[in-house]
Every structure is written in structure tokens, then in C-alpha cells.
């Protein structure tokens, strides 16, 4: 892809032009930020800013572009250890959170008899256990996210000792 061998002083063409292709064809666009090849390196935090960018402008498309490149970042090595890496990683584990958030069933009184058979989280069927096992391997593999900002977005959303619902 061309866009991918520009290098950052062409950023305002790369951001011009690959717009078109991530909306239209999600997979294929994002090579322009992942490619291994890519000779000069955007910024890892202009890159973000611009696909959240994208993300807003069209919401009618369900890729997650910033899921996507933060997935390659930590993949490929290039959130080390560092304070900005951790935040990358911290970022990453957020996101995830979220999906699983949002894709948890309202909570239920404590009288009222469930709506799904009890199952161990991470094995549920569809989208929320797929989003809870992507997020349990995430934490048990990573060890550079910030806890506390896990723990202060889930804050109130278990509310009783059992309920296994994040």
C-alpha cells in the first residue's frame, strides 16, 4: 500500500487519504499504521488521535480502529515498558473493559431468578464471552496496565459478592 511508505512529513496526505480506505475497507486501511514494512514511523499518539477521529465521524462503522492499533502496538512490541507504553497498554485493558461493560446484562434483583444459566465467565456464549476471555488474557498476559484505572471504571457495577457479571 503507498500510503504505508510515506513518511511522517506526509502526514497530512496519510491522514487525507487514508480515511476513504479504513471507512470503506477496515482491515486493508489499517496496513497503512500496522504494516511491519512501514520504513518511517508515525507517531504512535497522532495515529490514535486520528482514528478515534475516524470513529466519531462514522458511527455507522463497527470496526474499532484505536482497538485495532493499540492491539498492534502491544503485539509487535512496540508499547515496551515505559510510563507512555504502560498507558498504551492501560488504554488497551480500558477498552476491553468497556465492551464487556456494555454488553453485560442490566443487573437483576436478588429475588429474581436469572435469565441465562450460570456460567464461568469468559465462557459464555456470543459477543460477552468473547470480549470477557479477551480481556481475561489480556490482564493475566500484561503486566504494565494501571489496575486502579480498571478498578475505578468497573467501581459499582458488581453488586454482590457472587455476581460475576464484568
Known sequence: MCLSGLSPEHAPLIWRFSEWVLVRRPTEGMKVFTSTSREHELPPAAILRFLGEIKLKHTDCAFDFTEVFLEHLVACGRAGASRADAELHTDLALGYLKRVLSLRLP?????APSPLPRTVPG????????????????????????????????????????????
Open 107 to 111: 443487573a437483576q434483583p436478588p429475588s
Open 123 to 166: 465462557e459464555e456464549p456470543g459477543l460477552l464471552g468473547q470480549a470477557r476471555s479477551k480481556l481475561f488474557a489480556f490482564l493475566r498476559k500484561s503486566s504494565l496496565y494501571d489496575a486502579t484505572k480498571l478498578l475505578k471504571l468497573a467501581e459499582g457495577t458488581v453488586t454482590a459478592p457472587n455476581d460475576t457479571r464484568i
